[in-house]
């Protein structure tokens, strides 16, 4: 992957493409993480001299919609660099192309949602020739957008010299580390709602690893499978024959599997609704498993104990809704205490647990992108890794 080493940007033009795909409240940004995640690639390029012209997505607007402007994250944005000023036009249109030309050394232009234009999931190459014209080169640091073969992301890759940001390094050369050599005992994870997300990881993980820890709305089908009572906690019944294979194809490789002893247990979803313990595979109806037990939280520590690799994705319970967030944030305690762990976590909520809990600089890596991360532990590469190859 060619880096900002392999950049000389004194006096050029750079065409950015950042994530600020940051969560919005009453026209404000609530969460500064990923704009605070771009700066030193930002500050890099500023020191050398270029002046920089910024593309990003923000939510899943269909067209123009001002709902999605990234107006707010200009006002943000301003607040940590200099000379940031935002250009309110679709990134394609020659208005966008006018108000960049005449950027000089220093300073920054942030373009408006690139999902306002048409062509950019279609990666409408039409489209990717237009951004080309923004820039003399280009630089990739959205990491979270990597697994998206968009106009914005691989199509204007394929048209300018291209480079990865620190950002987008530092997320690979981490993610890499779990596939290649990884130190062993080596154990992953998972929880979130469903398996079906995660067979692709699941299959190119189990090969690598030595333990298998499961939480979350998943574990349900798997005690399904076993033929366990889950009562009325989700399961996917089209894939009861799939978790079989997996546990049948973990036992092959001499992967050790755990899944929940004991569960939090109610018969809704709601804060502070009554809960009830059962043993995970006699969850009478109508009751539906919401979190890990507690028993089940001291034997997943005690899975991770003297683990020299781990790497965590997906809550092990509804974390949004307390009590429910308990299991998860034994784990994340679990995974912060161990000493001279390769530790990594991805996923928007486990992420969240980890920076909860303040805890965040006892993980090795702590991932930005929960869709790429999955997909690169999953392929071994992205589109937006590969472009830049
Ligand atoms: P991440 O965002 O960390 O990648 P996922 O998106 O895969 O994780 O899954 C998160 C969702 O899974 C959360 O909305 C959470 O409420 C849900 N979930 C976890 N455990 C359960 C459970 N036992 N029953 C229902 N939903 C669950
Ligand atoms: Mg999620």
Do not use: C
């Not at 530092?170 to 979130?192: I, W």
């Not at 798997?222 to 889950?230: D, N």
């Not at 609704?273 to 109508?286: G, K, L, M, S, W």
């Amino acid at each position: 992957m060619r880096t900002l080493q392999d950049l000389d940007a004194r006096g050029k033009r750079v065409l950015v493409r950042v994530d600020y795909n940051v969560p919005l409240k009453d026209g404000a940004v609530q969460d500064e993480t990923r704009i605070l995640e771009s700066l030193p690639t930002l500050r890099h390029l500023l020191d050398q001299g270029a002046s920089l012209v910024l593309l990003s997505h923000l939510g899943r607007p269909k067209g123009p919609d001002p709902k999605y402007s990234l107006a707010p994250v200009a006002e943000a944005l301003a607040r940590h660099l200099s000379g940031v000023r935002f250009v309110p036009h679709a990134p394609g249109s020659e208005e966008a192309f006018r108000a960049v030309e005449a950027l000089g050394p220093g300073e920054v232009a942030l373009l408006e949602n690139v999902r306002f234009e048409p062509g950019e999931e279609k990666n409408d190459p039409d489209l990717a020739a237009r951004y080309a014209r923004l820039g003399e080169v280009f630089v990739l640091d959205a990491f979270g957008s990597a697994h998206r073969a968009h106009a914005s992301v691989v199509g204007v890759a394929r048209l300018l010299p291209s480079f990865a940001g620190f950002l987008m390094e530092r997320e690979v050369r981490a993610l890499a580390r779990l596939l290649r050599d990884p130190e062993r005992p080596y154990a992953v994870v998972l929880g979130g709602a469903k398996v079906s997300d995660k067979i692709g990881v699941i299959e190119n993980l189990l090969p690598r690893i030595d333990r298998l820890l499961i939480g979350g709305a998943m574990a349900f089908t798997f005690l399904k499978a076993l033929g366990g009572e889950v009562g009325k906690s989700l399961v996917e019944e089209d894939r009861l024959e799939l978790a079989k294979d997996l546990l049948r194809r973990a036992e092959a490789l001499g992967v050790r599997v755990y899944l929940p002893q004991d569960v939090v247990a109610a018969e809704r979803i709601e804060a502070g609704v009554e809960t009830r313990v059962f043993p995970a595979d006699a969850i009478p109806i109508p009751y539906m498993g919401l979190d890990i037990g507690p028993k089940t939280q001291a034997a997943f520590a005690e899975a991770l104990a003297g683990v020299r690799t781990v790497f965590w994705n997906g809550p092990m319970g509804v974390f949004e809704v307390p009590p429910f967030d308990q299991g998860t944030l034994a784990v994340g305690r679990a995974i912060a205490a161990l000493e001279g762990v390769y530790s990594v976590v991805g996923g928007g909520d486990s992420v969240a647990a980890v920076n909860r809990l303040g805890l965040k600089e006892r993980f090795t890596h702590v991932s930005t992108g929960g869709g790429a991360s999955l997909e690169y532990l999953e392929k071994g590469t992205l589109p937006g890794v590969e472009v830049l190859e």
